[in-house]
């Protein structure tokens, strides 16, 4: 589970928040005016989240190609993720 903080904490705290995401793993959650709207992983994280993107992009590719007998364009895979 992520920490939540204010941005402004994150503006105040900035070096303290990387060691942590860095030297402990943790996640952090920034919110403006109480919305969440970004967070500070680290670096594997990002890694994995890519990687997995990255496999789900292949799935919808393989996908495509398989229901138009091999042929698609990538007008069709863009709108088919963004259903």
């Known amino acids: 589970m992520a920490d939540t903080v204010s941005a402004t904490e994150a503006r105040a705290n900035f070096q303290e ?7 402990k793993g943790d996640r ?3 919110e403006r005016h109480g919305k969440a709207v970004v967070a500070i992983v680290g670096l594997e994280d990002l890694k994995r989240l890519e ?3 990255d496999f789900i992009d292949s799935e919808q590719l393989r996908h495509a190609v398989a229901q138009n007998d091999g042929f698609v364009t990538l007008e069709s895979i863009i709108n ?3 259903e």
């Not at 928040?17 to 030297?23: G, H, K, T």
Request: glycine content about 0%.
């Open 28 to 30: 952090i959650v920034i």
């Open 17 to 23: 928040l990387i060691n942590r995401v860095e030297y």
């Open 80 to 82: 088919s993720r963004n």
């Open 51 to 53: 990687a997995l993107e």
